[in-house]
């Protein structure tokens, strides 16, 4: 199917999205909609004949458990309220620990790298496999930006990719961002991953801006798309017409005039490759098949993907092989986005708190991994907040326990429960 030139759709930019010209197509977060009625917005572009495709950032497909089937059924339902000719998702994990580990299940609040080993490859096709019985449209998965390396990888992400199309027939979505970020941070050459993935597999191709900081590339989709960007694009085009383009923006969202700037951009990027010859390209030799492997994939991923996300979140040595650097790096980069999303899903907060939110949510996450969403985050550092006395300034701690009472329990934790929770928190040492 070709899309044609479209823009993610946002809430707040909803109306700038409506008004720009020559948009054929539209990708909006699946989680952010509701199954049963969408935005007047969609429905809007919907009757002007616009295609929407809903993008899911939740469901996991390169995590050591199979896919919740929840999960699923809303993706699917979200597809059908949208008529969508298809849906897409990421291959990355974003969950760990649970009965594979034995452990407590850790919420990333990111999309994380999955490693590139063929007992890696070997889960994440099982659960591509019941997504795809599962959804009523055909999928597609994104190739995500990564700011560090598993150790002993097997596969390049060309052969990656390679071997999932080839064992699925799964259809890719190629972050042409994302392979400059990896490029910066992972020293990977664009050239040669689109050299060796399947690029008649292709349904569509996003486009987003990021910032370079200290040596590493921060894949924000809050800048604008820059010009190594725009050349990994040409070189992909160059190798292949691809049926869609999409300009990524998710948050400090420019006027109108600067994204439809970006839209010509990408637009003259497209046509200015397509008028140079063709690119040689011979089909890449498959990659080497692997060495007999005893059972257990599941397991053996589940455990290193929950230590790797247990270094993140809650502070526990790092796994040997691993850049501590970059896993600091990675570690603060998460953090960060927990309090940006906090503060989203609870606005309130920050009213509060003033000035001193941010700090001291990041006190609070600091050894306080997220077990479950945002909303049930904000509801527990709220709930810190209010067993610690603070705010120490009674009219915002009266505010937040009225915001709290509201939202959790008819009362607010008294005195017994303070109790609790600083015996727990000596007992473990937090």
Wanted: with cysteine; proline share 9%; net charge negative.
């Amino acid at each position: 199917m070709k899309l044609g030139t479209g823009i993610g759709w946002r809430p707040e930019i909803a109306d700038t999205v409506e008004a720009l010209p020559g948009i054929d197509w539209v990708e909006a977060v699946a989680e952010n909609l509701c199954e049963d009625h969408l935005p007047a917005s969609l429905v809007r572009l919907r009757e002007r004949g616009v295609t929407v495709v809903p993008h899911g950032v939740s469901l996991g497909l390169g995590g050591a458990d199979r896919p919740d089937p929840g999960r699923l059924a809303g993706l699917a339902a979200r597809a059908e309220l949208l008529g969508a000719p298809l849906v897409t998702e990421h291959i990355a994990f974003v969950r760990a620990g649970g009965p594979l580990s034995a452990s407590p299940v850790l919420e990333a609040g990111h999309l994380l790298p999955v490693p590139r080993t063929w007992d890696a490859l070997d889960v994440l096709c099982e659960n591509v496999r019941i997504a795809q019985d599962s959804l009523p449209v055909p999928l597609a998965l994104e190739n995500i930006a990564a700011l560090i390396s598993w150790p002993g990888e097997e596969l390049t992400e060309g052969q990656f990719l390679a071997e999932l199309v080839e064992r699925t027939g799964v259809r890719l979505l190629i972050d042409v961002a994302n392979l400059h970020t990896n490029h910066v941070n992972r020293g990977e050459d664009p050239s040669t991953a689109l050299d060796e993935l399947p690029v008649e597999a292709i349904a569509y191709v996003h486009v987003a801006g990021g910032v370079e900081k200290d040596g590493v590339w921060h894949d924000t989709h809050a800048h604008p798309v820059t010009r190594p960007v725009l050349d990994v694009l040409k070189q992909l085009r160059s190798r292949v017409d691809p049926p869609g383009v999409l300009l990524e923006r998710d948050d400090d969202f420019p006027p109108a005039e600067e994204l439809a700037g970006e839209l010509a951009a990408i637009r003259s990027a497209l046509a200015s490759a397509a008028a140079a010859p063709p690119a040689g390209r011979q089909r890449p030799a498959r990659a080497p098949e692997p060495a007999p492997r005893a059972a257990g994939a599941r397991e053996r991923t589940g455990l290193s993907q929950t230590a790797l996300l247990s270094t993140l979140v809650a502070g526990t040595p790092a796994p040997d092989g691993f850049d501590r650097r970059r896993l600091g790096v990675q570690s603060r980069a998460l953090a960060g986005k927990r309090a940006e999303v906090v503060a989203k899903v609870a606005p309130e907060l920050p009213e509060i708190l003033g000035g001193g939110y941010r700090e001291a949510f990041l006190a609070y996450a600091r050894n306080r991994p997220m077990s479950a969403g945002y909303r049930r985050d904000a509801l527990g550092f709220a709930e810190h907040l209010l067993v610690t006395d603070r705010p120490a300034d009674e009219a915002a701690r009266r505010r937040l326990t009225r915001w709290w009472q509201e939202r959790a329990t008819p009362r607010p934790p008294r005195r017994g429960t303070r109790l609790v929770h600083a015996a727990r928190t000596a007992l473990l040492g937090r």
